[in-house]
């Protein structure tokens, strides 16, 4: 899109953004759907308040994120988590940010011209492709907000305030509120503008580097637009890149903080990771003989980064075991797309897939695993998409397709008439397999996509939870400079029935509410006593008809 756009045999469609979620739920037993009118308890408002600020007095700004994001998903009109929500994510992406060697070296090599174009930049492509008209105020705002929020945080003064004592940092202040007092914006060239006095003003009392100043009002400006819209330094456009191709160099594992611990909470099949041990549910207490006590994740990710062929020491704990010290070379990993190919119940003819993400290979591996299952004597099939963060719209397309006839699958709708696509099936290649799609919370994107087409044209049966509810494309914009990009919601996409899923999901058929589920710690899941939706999922199964 230029925008960057991708080929998926139908037509340029955009990318969606993949959003990852810690794995919360509660406890309850299957019963038929409902529609739950969900109402503000204040004292349980208060508690996850409280709960939060405890993360926040920390500084664990990744855990205090994904709590509040769990809590607005309960409560998603509090006001107060909302506030929250946006204020530990300015805190979160700085840190991001900061430990982003491609962030930094940019900030060193930028001169403040060019620093300028690229945020002017990025405002064109929120002016010509944002889903709604942009309020230059809000944005530039934002940015004043982010910039406060660096002022304060020891690393960044560290690398950009090195000369300034606290003295001038507070007259800056005064000068600064005066400065913006006095403006007013209508358009974005008075943004930059005022972007531009700021960073000179910087320059000229903090003896700040000016270039630091502009990226800090671009990231404001950016995440003001709404969740899932950001600036993606190189290294992170480089990440969403190896994503959709489904590889990249490394361990094979995926991370996240908890309770101040790296904790592995996805091992990739046939990774090196696996093949050393390491499990889902363990976590790493040292990289290469350097404690990560008091690390977020991008820090201790970064740790683990490599070439190809390297080796890196890390010191891991399993649960109830002793620490253990592995050695494991990285080398390029793909990530399976399409995982725990089995037959279930083979006298039957109960099949199982799981699909892991709609990267770009996902339809062709998704018809792929189906003919080998049909080989083994498919007659039910049984489609996993928990947990699965979404990925590309054109895939969920094409991988819902296969089981529909004709009809639409989904429509977007944005700003722009160019954003307006209406997506139907053919009907070659259409699989007349009875089907069970189960579904959670952190079924999200592209994952509803898919599953909500599966349900409007009652082509399966859904069981498990309620979906996450995202119902935004995201087009990702490489930059002219420095090999940076940026996410913005372009469109907002709906179910064949003409539904929005933002904020509502996608309603199971069969509904059961699981404290967790079981998984091996190579992704796969099974069934056991303690997974609820797939022993839901299999009963269902076993009452559906055979295919045609």
């Not at 969606?16 to 037993?29: D, E, K, P, T, Y």
């Not at 637009?225 to 950001?230: G, H, M, P, V, W």
């Amino acid at each position: 899109m230029p925008r960057w756009v991708l080929q998926t045999g139908r037509r340029a469609l955009p990318v969606l953004a993949i959003l990852l979620l810690a794995l919360v739920s509660a406890a309850v037993v299957a019963q038929s759907t409902t529609t739950i009118s969900i109402v503000s308890d204040p004292t349980e408002v208060d508690r996850l308040l409280e709960q939060g600020y405890r993360l926040e007095r920390k500084g664990r700004w990744g855990e205090a994120l994904s709590h509040y994001e769990e809590a607005l998903r309960q409560y998603p009109d509090e006001r107060s988590l909302r506030r929250r929500f946006e204020h530990v994510r300015v805190h979160y992406d700085l840190g991001r940010r900061l430990a982003d060697r491609s962030f930094n070296e940019a900030v060193a090599r930028l001169p403040l011209d060019r620093a300028l174009a690229l945020y002017d930049e990025v405002l064109l492509k929120i002016e010509g492709h944002y889903v709604e008209t942009p309020h230059w105020r809000e944005l530039v705002d934002r940015g004043l907000e982010t910039l406060q929020i660096a002022l304060d945080d020891p690393e960044f003064a560290a690398r950009n305030l090195s000369r300034a004592d606290a003295g001038a940092v507070v007259a800056f202040r005064r000068e600064l509120d005066d400065l913006w007092a006095a403006r007013s914006l209508q358009t974005r060239y008075d943004a930059r503008e005022l972007v531009a006095e700021t960073a000179r003003l910087a320059e000229l009392r903090l003896r700040a580097l000016p270039t630091a100043i502009v990226l800090e009002f671009l990231c404001g400006a950016t995440n003001a637009l709404d969740t899932y819209s950001a600036y993606l330094t190189p290294g992170q456009l480089g990440e969403v890149y190896a994503q959709i191709e489904g590889n990249f160099v490394g361990l094979g594992i995926e991370l996240k903080m908890e309770d101040g611990r790296l904790m592995i909470v996805r091992v990739i099949t046939g990774s090196p990771a696996e093949e050393t041990g390491i499990q889902a549910g363990d976590y790493f207490t040292m990289v290469d003989g350097q404690s990560i006590q008091g690390l977020n994740t991008d820090q201790a990710a970064n740790l683990l980064l490599g070439e190809e062929g390297t080796a890196v020491v890390v010191s891991v704990v399993t649960p109830g075991h002793p620490p253990r010290k592995l050695h494991i070379r990285r080398r390029r990993v793909d990530v399976p797309s399409i995982d725990g190919v089995e037959m279930l119940d083979p006298a039957q003819g109960i099949a199982y897939l799981r699909i892991n993400c709609f990267q770009k290979s996902t339809a062709r591996d998704l018809d792929a695993a189906m003919w080998q299952l049909h080989r083994q004597g498919m007659r039910r099939l049984i489609i996993d998409v928990r947990g699965n963060p979404g990925g590309l719209l054109g895939t969920a397309v094409d991988a819902a397709d296969l089981f529909l006839e004709r009809g639409l699958i989904v429509s977007t709708r944005g700003r722009n008439a160019q954003e307006d696509y209406t997506y139907t099936a053919r009907a070659g290649g259409t699989w007349h397999v009875p089907l069970v799609v189960l579904i959670d919370g952190d079924s999200a994107s592209a994952a509803e996509i898919f599953a909500g087409a599966i349900r409007d044209h009652r082509r399966g049966t859904l069981v498990g939870a309620r979906t996450y509810g995202k119902g935004s494309v995201q087009g990702i914009f490489p930059l002219n400079m420095e090999g940076a990009g940026v996410r913005l919601t372009t469109a907002r996409f709906y179910s064949p029935s003409g539904r929005g899923y933002s904020r509502l999901g996608v309603e199971p058929d069969v509904a059961v509410h699981t404290a967790a589920y079981s998984s091996e710690g190579n992704g796969r899941i099974r069934t056991s006593p303690h997974d609820a939706i797939l022993d839901a999922g299999m009963q269902t199964a076993r009452r559906i008809g055979s295919p045609r």
